[in-house]
């Protein structure tokens, strides 16, 4: 008995060398593992084994049939394809998904408007969250005690510093770092007491830019601007200019696009405020530039049709999967 | 504000349509948000908006004025009572024991009022600025507030005691009680209007419930005064009382109205209410002064800010049509002679000379060239300066690598399938401990709501409370990541620091089901897996690990990973009672990734290694060892025998149970040998093995068990 399981052992080895497709495969299997194949007949003698020899023989047999499944299972992955083994090929099986996230619509956006502005030669900055009374108002002309700092309302901490309420606060610490020219974004959360409602959060981000170089004149911050939201919104896109009143700019200006039938504001600028550059330092009299500071969650909603600032904040996947 | 387009044409001639001119008004800065259209009596209304720096707008002669100036029209004066003829109020006097607060204050005593109805024009007008008609003289205080700008306050004149009128601080703990009837106690910097017993008016903000005019009112005593913007404001903020008079005085009243102010409204109720008597003004104090009269402005000035030559002849029309009292200079030459035609360039500049900018009383905001070189620009049109882009000088714009980090970071996360959240960077304490936790963090004293009073020191229960969104809204798995800071609060009172960190939080299911694959829970080990991975993009090498606790992970199963042995990230599994906290039935994976400590040990630019050209021999150990002896130190120890010519240890099989003892484990090993020399033959790996196994049986008392 142990000599023809050797035998059976030894010959499907050189017909399983020759089994170089899967057609050839299944029929090295049915030859074998089939209802009348040879192992099979094989199992069938066992029962003339002597009971004392029999244990030893079933042990052997069933070693030999796992090698020749597992043999057959490689050879089966191994072959290479032909046409009749896609037999069992069904077309409208769903392809399985590798698993798929998403970057926050806020981030994209912000990459998205950091790049239009490092093609123009603006580099990426940043500065800290939690900042002095200084660099949030004194640096940027805004009186301690004065109506123009309503808009400003902020958070505390009791050493009596503050949550920026601006990204403006990093163009002072990069004035006061370095020397024009300058070409700056600062994108960033800044924060402010407002309720929250379907238009304010007490948390949101900005992108604040700014451009210091002797000869910066106010028809380049138009063009700068002009271009930026055109290669956001479109080339066709109407905007215009309207006067307005910042204290770290001047002369100032909001900028708006047409939306619709009316104008929609879309960010503030201006010329840099002679006071600014005073209090960082610089020769008022012949430093020259301009600022300009946008809000992403109102970028990101007019471009996205997005009706209320709390989904940005809320991270439904239903919400952040929209963007992936 | 509203304007009332019917009262413009007391002062200004305007050219319909209306919506132009708004649009006029709006791109000169002065913001035109709303143009609507009243019938009965037939009206157009401005709803304008203005900015801090322009209170001279808010009323409608200032509105005039700025149509004026954009239009180049000339503008019409109310109707003024001369004021002459008359005799002082015998026996009044008016006091200011603080000049700080109010340098001038001035009053008119109208004795015998006859007549009490409020002409329609009057009713209509105040009602289309949204007030409601009171009385007679309410409204006309009110009418010159919304034609002039100047706040007036109407005394019931037989209310005041004592025929006096002080101007004065507060006594300590006086109470006072404003016209709503709510009494208030007044701060030592407050300014009270006082007769000779008590407060009588909180000046600039709210007049008194004692001295209110009613309908039984004969006789009036009329206030006009300039109060100091700083203490109205203080005020109105300390008590939160604001009116359209604190709205004004906060934001500086033209000094000249107060006096044009007055004259109006005597002007007004002589008419209407055809007094018995009015007496001759009596004053204290003096007009404030604006601080800068007049400003030097010089033509390149124009030029350099802006861009664009605007011609001189222009800006002198243009300041002149604003109300400025604009007088040239030239240099070289006698005033008015100009000679652009004959010089070179750079001399023709300096030629174009100069100008003494007189600045009147309503424009303290101009103060500066800069200032007029704004007021220029406005009126030449922001539409009518062409666009150019600045010369890009030859400097490189480098990328701050930490950014990059996080993009890389950003991209390689939400490829594996995890989504970004953007959380609050407050927080409440809730789920965080008291010491462990919130010892150092960053206290905010005036939250907004929800007791939002930390400037978190942890992303874990912002993270939590977006998985429990998410799992009440229906997911069973939510895998995110955020990118932000942490905050901490350094001892001794220094500045706060704030860290960026990448935080991971995995919860539910690793893979969904589906025909092919079954699904499986997320463990501690992806989470592992997606951190380590993260090192390793950032270029981290010589990792150990360390366990450590954290107040919210279980009390097992937390771990930090250290690069050169500085710890850069922390994992574990968030605790059970933190899990009821926020209701979730299965564990949550969580991890910060310090990316600022990484950037340290991050390699910017990978340098290319060469890989071994001869073949690898691959070995496997499989092995029982006890429970307490770790998978890593093995791993070491193997790597440590391989004599140089071990490429890479893994584990490939964990086991526990069936054949293997109570209290051991199956660990088993993938072992590649490869020698950057040389081909290695069987022999030469055999022995290393035979070695390394021996070791292994005496240091750890393995054993090795199979084939």
Same mark, same amino acid.
């Given at each position: ?24 495969? @299944? ?63 069904? @077309? ?9 996230? !998403? ?131 479109? !080339? ?34 201006? !010329? ?53 | ?90 026996? $009044? ?261 100069? $100008? ?158 589906? $025909? ?26 010589? =990792? ?19 690069? $050169? ?47 071994? =050209? ?94």
């Amino acid at each position: 008995m142990n000599d023809q399981i050797s035998r059976l052992e030894n010959e499907a080895r050189e017909d399983l060398a020759r089994a170089d497709s899967a057609e050839k495969i @299944e029929s090295f299997r049915v030859a074998y593992l089939g209802k009348k194949g040879k192992l099979t007949e094989l199992f069938k003698l066992l029962g003339t084994v002597p009971p004392e020899e029999k244990k030893a023989v079933g042990a052997e047999l069933n070693r030999l049939k796992q090698w020749l499944e597992e043999a057959v299972e490689k050879g089966k992955g191994n072959a290479p394809r032909t046409d009749a083994s896609r037999e069992i090929f069904d @077309e409208t099986l769903p392809g399985i998904r590798p698993p798929q996230g !998403s970057i926050h619509i806020l981030q994209q956006t912000i990459q998205e408007i950091s790049a239009i502005f490092h093609r123009m030669g603006f580099e990426t900055v940043e500065g800290p969250e939690i900042e002095t009374e200084f660099h949030n108002f004194t640096a940027l002309n805004i009186p301690l005690d004065h109506p123009s700092r309503d808009a400003f309302d902020t958070f505390y901490t009791p050493q009596g510093q503050l949550l920026r309420s601006q990204t403006s606060t990093v163009q002072i610490r990069v004035m006061k770092d370095r020397k024009p020219p300058l070409r700056i974004i600062a994108p960033g959360r800044v924060y402010r007491p407002d309720t929250v409602d379907a238009s304010h959060s007490f948390m949101f981000h900005q992108i604040e830019g700014l451009m210091v170089d002797s000869g910066a004149t106010f028809s380049d911050l138009k063009g700068v601007l002009h271009l930026f939201l055109r290669e956001l919104f479109g !080339s066709q896109t109407k905007i215009r200019f309207r006067p307005h009143f910042f204290p770290f700019t001047e002369p100032s200006v909001e900028v708006d696009i047409q939306w619709g039938k009316g104008w929609l504001e879309i960010l503030g600028a201006g !010329s840099v405020d002679p006071n600014v550059f005073d209090e960082v330092g610089y020769d008022k009299a012949v430093t020259r530039g301009f600022a300009f500071g946008l809000g992403v969650e109102r970028i990101a909603m007019l471009r996205h049709g997005i009706n209320d600032i709390r989904h940005f904040y809320e991270n439904d996947l239903r919400f952040l999967r929209q963007f992936a | 504000m509203k304007i009332s387009t019917n009262w413009l044409k007391d002062f200004v001639t305007l050219a319909p349509p209306f919506a132009r001119i708004a649009e006029r008004l709006t791109l000169a800065g002065l913001e035109v948000k709303k143009c609507e259209t009243l019938t009965q009596p037939s009206d157009t209304l401005f709803e304008i908006e203005i900015t801090s720096n322009r209170p001279d707008w808010l009323s409608h002669w200032g509105v005039a004025r700025e149509i004026a100036a954009v239009e180049n029209l000339s503008l019409k004066n109310p109707v003024l009572d001369p004021e002459t003829g008359r005799v002082p109020p015998p026996g $009044w006097k008016i006091h200011i024991k603080d000049a700080a607060g109010c340098p001038y204050y001035t009053g008119v005593l109208i004795e015998g009022i006859t007549e009490f109805k409020t002409p329609d024009f009057i009713v209509n007008r105040l009602l289309a600025c949204a007030i409601r008609s009171i009385n007679l003289v309410v409204d006309i205080t009110n009418y010159v507030l919304l034609e002039v700008g100047q706040p007036l306050h109407a005394f019931d004149a037989d209310l005041i005691q004592g025929k006096e009128i002080q101007v004065r601080k507060p006594k300590q703990g006086e109470k006072f009680t404003v016209i709503n009837g709510a009494q208030i106690e007044l701060r030592p910097d407050d300014l009270v209007i006082a007769d000779s017993d008590r407060a009588v008016a909180l000046a600039g903000v709210m007049g008194g419930k004692d001295s209110e005019i009613n309908e039984r009112t004969r006789n009036v005593f009329l206030e006009s005064a300039f109060f100091n913007p700083g203490r109205v404001r203080k005020t109105s903020r300390a008590h939160q009382l604001s009116s359209e008079s604190s709205y004004r005085f906060e934001r500086r009243v033209d000094p000249e109205a107060v006096d044009v102010g007055r004259s109006r409204a005597v002007a007004l109720i002589q008419k209407y209410g055809k007094p018995r008597h009015i007496s001759a003004v009596i004053k204290a104090g003096e007009k404030p002064q604006l601080e800068v009269k007049s400003i030097h402005l010089r033509f390149e000035e124009v030029t350099q800010v802006l861009g664009v030559e605007v011609k001189p002849s222009q800006i002198a029309l243009i300041l002149t049509r604003l109300g400025l009292h604009v007088k040239q200079h030239t240099s070289g030459g006698s005033a008015g002679e100009t000679a652009e035609h004959s010089r070179s360039p750079s001399t023709l500049n300096k030629e174009r000379g100069s $100008w003494t900018v007189g600045i009147p009383s309503f424009r303290p905001d101009l103060t500066r060239p800069i200032d007029l070189v704004e007021e220029i620009a406005r009126i030449y049109g922001f539409e009518n300066i062409p666009e150019t882009l600045p010369a890009r000088p030859p400097l490189s714009v480098g990328e701050n690598p930490r950014l990059s980090l996080e993009r890389k970071i950003r991209y390689f996360l939400s490829g594996a399938g995890l989504s970004e959240a953007v959380t609050f960077s407050l927080v409440s304490d809730e789920g965080l401990d008291p010491e462990k936790d919130l010892q150092h963090a960053v206290r905010i004293v005036n939250p907004l709501q929800h007791g939002l009073h930390w400037m978190r020191p942890t992303f874990v229960t912002s993270l939590l409370n977006v998985i429990r969104k998410n799992v009440n809204a229906g997911a069973d798995s939510v895998q995110i990541f955020e990118i932000a800071n942490i905050y901490g609060a350094p001892a001794g009172g220094k500045h706060p620091v704030e860290e960026r960190t990448c935080a991971i939080a995995l919860y539910g299911k690793k893979a969904v089901q589906s $025909w092919l694959d079954a699904a499986r829970a997320v463990t501690f080990y992806d989470l592992k897996g997606y951190v380590e991975a993260v090192l390793t993009s950032a270029g981290c090498q010589e =990792r150990c690990v360390a366990k450590i606790e954290k107040s919210y992970f279980a009390g097992q199963g937390a771990e930090e990973i250290r690069v $050169w042995q500085t710890p850069v990230a922390f994992l574990g599994e968030v605790s059970g009672e933190l899990l009821k906290k926020w209701d979730l039935k299965e564990p949550v994976f969580y991890a910060e990734i310090s990316l600022e400590k990484l950037m340290e040990h991050a390699q910017k630019i990978p340098a290319f290694k060469e890989w071994p =050209r001869y073949p690898a021999i691959e070995r496997d150990l499989s092995l029982v060892v006890k429970e307490s002896v770790k998978s890593g130190d093995l791993m070491r120890e193997i790597q440590g025998m391989g004599e140089g010519l071990i490429r890479e240890v893994s584990l490939f099989d964990l086991f526990r149970g069936k054949r293997v003892p109570e209290g051991c484990k199956n660990l088993a090993f993938r072992v590649v040998y490869q020698s950057p020399e040389r081909t290695l033959v069987s022999e030469d790996v055999q022995k290393v093995h035979e070695k390394i196994a021996q070791s292994l049986v005496q240091k750890y008392q393995v054993s090795f068990q199979g084939r």
